[in-house]
């Protein structure tokens, strides 16, 4: 009888050690595939209009200011406070640039890339916390690694791959909090590190997190463990936080509550900020346009979501996706990068969809929407191709290549499910994968930069003019353009041809960013032209002018 105990036991440990070592290998290739993904041309194109320029501008002021300063305690943008976000991703930059002593594209978007990069096994690790079976969990990192949205922010100088990684540190730390309280602190530090990352963001992760441990745990809710982990974990979030209250100058505490708290976090909920605004199905649509093809699956996924919302797997999903949606959807701002945090529990639920059809029996018809939506990727994939190839003023290899795997793998889809071969979802996988693989190494994949000129051939006409540091510009493009500051390391202010024809009356030496033709439309004179620049862009006039005043006209 001791015998056959003592052999079971043995059994039990060895089975034990094979389940962690097989945890172990999907996170290192998770990771791998990730770390690929997001590192593969991240330096490859400019940097982009606002987060993106702002956040380096703001980085490389941390970086350059002087030993003793206190620069990342109290980050400046143009030599003024800024007090937009908390600063834990712009010192990550900056550091970055202390070790590389290079400041470029690549070491700009490193940092957030790689803490995207690892949200894949983190997920991973949610979805083995949450479901029996491992595929359930290898499903679910599968559909967020391959998700267009995550990757594209992810890569980019933003805050919002940081955010993912952090909540999902968060989440995985509450479900394993569950059984060893130890885990409580893990909670608490990963909020903290969203508020030292998007400030108030941390409140609403953070009632997602109560929401669902008062529906699935309750009696955590009354664990002195439990507040002591996240009330300790949280202490760096709340001393930074103390710090810009406590400043030494009264009107530094005072922007900082009326622009830092209020006007850029707390306003947007009933106020449109920077005319950022939208329809209540806003995200809705942002959810619609880019999740392909895992949305095929989606009616589906809610229903078996719905119909098991009494075990752990489909609370979590219900309450991280049913209040973070609601919340932002009534929000009067809205930005498309709002709605990512909703993009991990979208992954955890195609994922259960998937591995529970992984299962299904032969017998078991697929449902006809399927094959409809995807008949209709196939069509529109095949058709850009064409379109791209044959009838566009010029040739667009990158694209046409991206499509053409595109239309591919969904081709490929559908002649297996037409045949009820399971592989299909394989296909689905490994020719996403491939698909934004590509994407990633054309020069589409920012495409927003398109919709305006590009600013490093005029950010370079600046800084070889050699004006001094602290010149400001002043230009008659109607927008306001941080990555063109970031790159002529000046400010360049947008200005209306009114304000314009009074700067250069009341200004003695005055700098001017124009149109080539606007010196004469305004009857700016006498004139010295400082530097001149063509750009390719989709205005009629691509050719942009520096000029002052000539004194010795």
């Known amino acids: 009888m001791y015998r056959k105990l003592f052999q079971l036991h043995q059994l039990k440990s060895h089975t034990h050690r094979t389940e962690v070592l097989l945890d172990r290998l999907w996170v290192i290739g998770l990771l791998i595939a990730a770390?690929?993904?997001?590192?593969?041309?991240?330096?490859?194109?400019?940097?982009?209009?606002?987060?993106?320029?702002?956040?380096?501008?703001?980085?490389?002021?941390?970086?350059?200011?002087?030993?003793?300063?206190?620069?990342?305690?109290?980050?400046?943008?143009?030599?003024?406070?800024?007090?937009?976000?908390?600063?834990?991703?712009?010192?990550?930059?900056?550091?970055?640039?202390?070790?590389?002593?290079?400041?470029?594209?690549?070491?700009?978007?490193?940092?957030?890339a790689i803490l995207t990069a690892f949200s894949v096994p983190l997920l991973y690790g949610v979805g083995r916390e949450i479901f029996i079976r491992r595929?359930?969990?290898?499903?679910?990192?599968?559909?967020?690694?391959?998700?267009?949205?995550?990757?594209?922010?992810?890569?980019?100088?933003?805050?919002?791959?940081?955010?993912?990684?952090?909540?999902?540190?968060?989440?995985?730390?509450?479900?394993?909090?569950?059984r060893d309280l130890r885990y409580c602190l893990g909670v608490g530090i990963g909020l903290g590190l969203i508020a030292l990352t998007k400030g108030f963001l941390s409140l609403l992760l953070g009632s997602i997190a109560l929401a669902f441990i008062a529906w699935d745990t309750p009696r955590l809710l009354t664990s002195i463990y439990f507040w002591s982990g996240i009330i300790i974990g949280s202490l760096p979030a709340a001393f930074w936080y103390a710090a810009q209250l406590l400043h030494h100058d009264?009107?530094?505490?005072?922007?900082?509550?009326?622009?830092?708290?209020?006007?850029?976090?707390?306003?947007?909920?009933?106020?449109?900020?920077d005319n950022h605004a939208g329809p209540p199905w806003y995200y809705i649509l942002e959810i619609l346009k880019y999740n392909w093809p895992w949305l095929v699956f989606l009616p589906q996924s809610l229903i078996l979501a719905w119909e098991n919302r009494n075990l752990s797997w489909a609370k979590l999903i219900l309450t991280w996706g049913g209040i973070y949606l609601l919340v932002i959807s009534i929000m009067?701002?809205?930005?498309?990068?709002?709605?990512?945090?909703?993009?991990?529990?979208?992954?955890?639920?195609?994922?259960?969809?998937?591995?529970?059809?992984?299962?299904?029996?032969?017998?078991?018809?697929?449902?006809?929407?399927?094959?409809?939506?995807?008949?209709?990727?196939?069509?529109?994939?095949?058709?850009?191709?064409?379109?791209?190839?044959?009838?566009?003023?010029?040739?667009?290899?990158?694209?046409?290549?991206?499509?053409?795997?595109?239309?591919?793998?969904?081709?490929?889809?559908?002649?297996?499910?037409?045949?009820?071969?399971?592989?299909?979802?394989?296909?689905?996988?490994?020719?996403?994968?491939?698909?934004?693989?590509?994407?990633?190494?054309?020069?589409?994949?920012?495409?927003?930069?398109?919709?305006?000129?590009?600013?490093?051939?005029?950010?370079?006409?600046?800084?070889?003019?050699?004006?001094?540091?602290a010149q400001k510009i002043y230009t008659s493009h109607p927008a306001f353009r941080p990555s063109l500051n970031f790159y002529s390391e000046h400010q360049v202010i947008p200005a209306t041809d009114d304000n314009l024809k009074k700067i250069w009356q009341e200004q003695p030496s005055p700098y001017f960013l124009l149109r080539s033709y606007f010196p004469k439309k305004l009857n700016l004179e006498p004139v010295k032209i400082i530097g001149?620049?063509?750009?390719?862009t989709p205005e009629p006039e691509a050719s942009w002018v520096l000029i002052t005043k000539d004194k010795y006209y």
């Not at 001149?532 to 390719?536: D, L």
Request: proline share 7%; net charge positive.
């Open 332 to 469: 009067t701002t809205k930005l498309p990068w709002y709605v990512l945090p909703i993009y991990p529990a979208f992954a955890l639920l195609i994922g259960a969809q998937l591995a529970e059809l992984w299962n299904w029996p032969s017998t078991k018809p697929f449902p006809r929407s399927w094959f409809t939506l995807l008949t209709i990727l196939v069509i529109g994939s095949w058709a850009g191709c064409i379109y791209f190839a044959r009838f566009t003023a010029q040739l667009e290899t990158d694209l046409v290549l991206t499509l053409t795997a595109i239309a591919l793998t969904m081709t490929i889809a559908i002649v297996l499910m037409l045949k009820r071969d399971l592989q299909f979802i394989i296909i689905l996988f490994w020719g996403s994968y491939l698909s934004l693989f590509l994407l990633m190494n054309s020069n589409n994949w920012v495409w927003e930069l398109a919709e305006q000129y590009p600013v490093k051939p005029v950010a370079q006409m600046i800084q070889e003019s050699q004006l001094p540091p």
């Open 35 to 112: 770390l690929t993904l997001y590192l593969t041309n991240l330096g490859g194109l400019p940097l982009r209009d606002w987060d993106e320029g702002i956040v380096a501008q703001v980085a490389r002021e941390i970086h350059n200011a002087p030993p003793g300063s206190l620069r990342w305690l109290y980050p400046t943008l143009a030599g003024e406070a800024y007090i937009n976000k908390p600063p834990l991703i712009h010192i990550l930059i900056a550091s970055t640039y202390s070790i590389s002593g290079i400041i470029n594209e690549w070491t700009t978007r490193l940092p957030g």
């Open 135 to 178: 595929l359930w969990a290898i499903f679910s990192a599968l559909v967020y690694l391959t998700l267009l949205p995550v990757v594209r922010h992810g890569r980019l100088a933003m805050l919002d791959g940081a955010i993912l990684c952090f909540f999902l540190f968060t989440i995985w730390c509450l479900l394993r909090c569950r």
């Open 250 to 273: 009264p009107a530094y505490v005072e922007i900082f509550i009326n622009q830092g708290i209020f006007n850029q976090s707390l306003k947007r909920i009933w106020d449109r900020v």
């Open 532 to 536: 001149q620049v063509k750009t390719t």
